[in-house]
Nanobody, 123 residues
Framework: QVQLVESGGGLVQAGGSLRLSCAAS?????MGWFRQASGKGREIVAA????????DYVESVKGRFIISRDDAKNTMYLEMNSLKPEDTAVYYC???????????????????WGQGTQVTVSS
């Protein structure tokens, strides 16, 4: 059993930056960030493999967001730059502890989920 805890959300003006963190209670393999805007479904934002050597992003955040991990701290990050109002959502981290890397993930691919952190971008 792995617990995930997100932090770093908040209110920022358009064009600003935020860094989200996801602290895991144990070792993980593939990890990802999802988001869910009000009234919409949850979508994958970015993911990386166990070593961080493979990363992928949804088209709408490419060139603006950077996903990374620090396994010494069992923590994953999402650096979000040039934020837009349409990035407003609850952001969730997710993880697996076994198996290969897949992007985009299929339904049920991730085993563990965090509780979410709100990101609000004002115009």
């Amino acid at each position: 059993q792995v617990q995930l805890v997100e932090s770093g959300g908040g209110l920022v003006q358009a064009g600003g930056s935020l860094r989200l963190s996801c602290a895991a209670s144990g070792r993980t393999t593939t990890m990802g960030w999802f988001r869910q805007a009000s009234g919409k479904g949850r979508e994958i934002v970015a993911a990386l493999n166990w070593s961080g050597s493979k990363t992928d992003y949804v088209e709408s955040v490419k060139g603006r967001f950077i996903i990374s991990r620090d396994d010494a701290k069992n923590t994953m990050y999402l650096e979000m730059n040039s934020l837009k109002p349409e990035d407003t959502a609850v952001y969730y981290c997710a993880a697996r502890v076994a198996g290969g890397y897949m992007f985009p993930p299929y339904q049920g691919y991730y085993t563990y989920w965090g509780q979410g952190t709100q990101v609000t971008v004002s115009s």
